[in-house]
């Protein structure tokens, strides 16, 4: 198992007679992180120890046998560091029938460099009843991938491994192509909270005259610093610690779903309800709403631990494609309800001559479609990339960067669209003549729909109009 940068041995099978097997991807920042604690790179083994029948060979005692090596390598230098046809060779004993062992891992010298001044690390796994070495930590020069190798240049078979390798990074234990994510939770925090802070004060001056959309926008702006906040705390955290804590990431997911779920439910609800002024839905379209967003939510979640795990386990192509997918299509189908919801909107106003309001619907449309756009290109450009990324240390641009970034303009956006006015108030009061005594009067005169009632401002009258008798 694995988490960040610690690959845990839980029993692990060894792999057959003189094979190897990789497991895991490392991201270290070495001398040349653009954060240092001050603190060198290193590599940790600890616990390691391997286990077998009793019965696994009758001739050498397993106490003795050596030649299962736990490596860990540069990724990119991996091919030119290993002999695929032949990287097991004798050790300190020709290796013969008798003998369990005598075959260890062989490194390739390149460019006159030993393997270990290109990175490379190992160590033997002893033997679990046999007395176990202490911590073993190596330093680590060069920034780079590296990934953990577990070979068995001997022919002891049905054994198992457990233990641990830890690396830790000159900024602390945070994954390297991790690290912006850190900076990047920090600047949404402070974004949010400027922007924001402006959205409230504005909210508080015409706090009689608001429409739903505008008390949603807040609501969305709330939800977003605090998963800024609370994912830059999970990031700090497990930078500090080197253990990324369930408590933190539950909270920050969770948010993280909000985020998109209050987003899509303040434009449904408004776009579908008869008035832009109170939430105003039928059951049936609440009931499709709340099942479109479950959906939507086990889905992001899902792919929210899928890229979590996608680097560090180097996971196939097609499973992350397939990962995407759904919520692919399930943006898709809300894309298309809002659209169609905000066109039907549009005919309403455009009925009842709101021709202010009809102009800011319509930016809403322009805005949404803008959005969605940006969207589709980040999930293109990560679909195109996913194959052949880009160098990690800039491959949180696509998977959190771009994401947020259209996410912020649209709603920035839309808070412009939806600025609040003076000049707005009687908007929010598109009241539909619709009790019985209404109804059956248009129904006598062949109407089929009851007809918008627009109030007007009540103030005062023209100065010619006032006249004052003195008493």
Partial sequence: SAEAQTFRFDKLPVPKSFELTTHYMFYVYAEDAPTSMGVAASLEFSELSFAAPVDSHPVQPLGSYTSIEVSVLPYDKFGDLLNSTKFCVPGKFVYNKANLSGCHLKLNTLNGLTPQEHGASTVTVPYDGAALPATRALP????GRYIVVLSNCGKLRNATVSGKVRVKSA????PAHELKTLSVYGWLAVMYTFVFAIWFVLLLCHWKTLFYVQKGIAVIGCVCIMEAVA???EYSDWNDTGDRRDDLGIISAGLHMARYFVAWRVLLMSTTSTTLSVEDINIKQAALFIFMAV????QSAFVKFVFANRFGHVLDTQYVLLALLPGAVINTLMAAWATRALSGLIKRLEEQKQDGLLSTVRQVRVVLLMGLAMAAIVGLLQAVFIEDAPSWEHQWMLDLGAPHLVFALVLVAMMFVW??????WWSGYIVQADNEETTNLYANKGHDK???????PIGMAEDEEICLEKS
């Fill in 450 to 456: 009851a007809t918008a009632v627009f109030p007007e």
């Fill in 295 to 298: 959906l939507f939510m086990v």
């Fill in 171 to 174: 900024h602390g234990y945070l």
């Fill in 231 to 233: 994912a830059r705390r």
């Fill in 140 to 143: 680590i020069r060069k920034s």
């Fill in 419 to 424: 600025w609040p006015s003076e000049d707005s």
